[in-house]
Antibody, heavy 117, light 110 residues
């Protein structure tokens, strides 16, 4: 059974940093692009970042470029999102997802990030 | 990287049908056959309902169907059931390994 379990969310002050993790199981992690998607409270889904199977390619939505870094540790079957210089607009539930045929076939349960003083 | 446009809400009676539109541009919806649709119930993670414009993953009822014409994709839910009441989001590949989601549509079953 495919499982994605996010962790690392919490309350952080504006300008602060946070590192999210996503532990994958039930599939061959190295075969798949992985993605972070976020959802602000009461708002829609927003694609945040993608990373290739070997970590050699990374892509970001414009609003997080230069502040967020997506990475993966394949031996640990783990995906990460390092978030720096956080602002109130980054408050959201962050989901990790496995990319399939141009779509996101498996999702974690999400981890909540609140940016507030 | 502008969000795809969906109607904020749609509704239909039990057993009837509802269709949701998703409008983008030639740089996303119109340019690729990588449009997907997601169902999200309150407090839950999204669930993939359609991929590659019109393909259903195993386990998704055939009441869910989808298509695309030009820069607009559509999702139709036929034979509406109470459990279909949820938020629905489209998503499209936008080139250069970038994806964009729609604004979301809340479907109400009357």
């Amino acid at each position: 059974e495919v499982q994605l379990v996010e962790s690392g969310g919490g309350l952080v002050q504006p300008g602060g940093s946070l590192r999210l993790s996503c532990k994958a199981s039930g599939f061959t992690f190295t075969n798949h692009w992985m993605t972070w998607v976020r959802q602000a409270p009461g708002k829609g889904l927003e694609w945040v970042a993608n990373i290739k199977q070997d970590g050699s390619e990374k892509y970001y939505v414009d609003s997080v470029k230069g502040r967020f870094i997506i990475s993966r540790d394949n031996p640990k079957n783990s995906l990460y999102l390092q978030m720096n210089n956080l602002g109130a607009e980054d408050t959201a539930v962050y989901y990790c997802a496995r990319r399939g045929f141009g779509s996101y076939e498996y999702w974690g349960q999400g981890t909540l990030v609140i940016v507030s003083s | 990287q502008s969000a795809l446009t969906q109607p904020p809400s749609a509704s239909g009676s039990l057993g009837q049908s509802v269709t949701i539109s998703c409008t983008g541009t030639s740089s996303d919806v119109g340019g690729y056959n990588y449009v997907s649709w997601y169902q999200q119930h309150p407090g839950k993670a999204p669930k993939l309902m359609i991929y590659e414009v019109s393909e259903r993953p195993s386990g998704v009822p055939d009441r869910f169907s989808a298509s695309k014409s030009g820069n607009t994709a559509s999702l139709t839910v036929s034979g509406l059931q109470a459990e279909d009441e949820a938020d629905y989001y489209c998503c499209s590949y936008a080139g250069s390994n970038i994806y964009v989601f729609g604004t979301g549509t809340k479907v109400t079953v009357l």
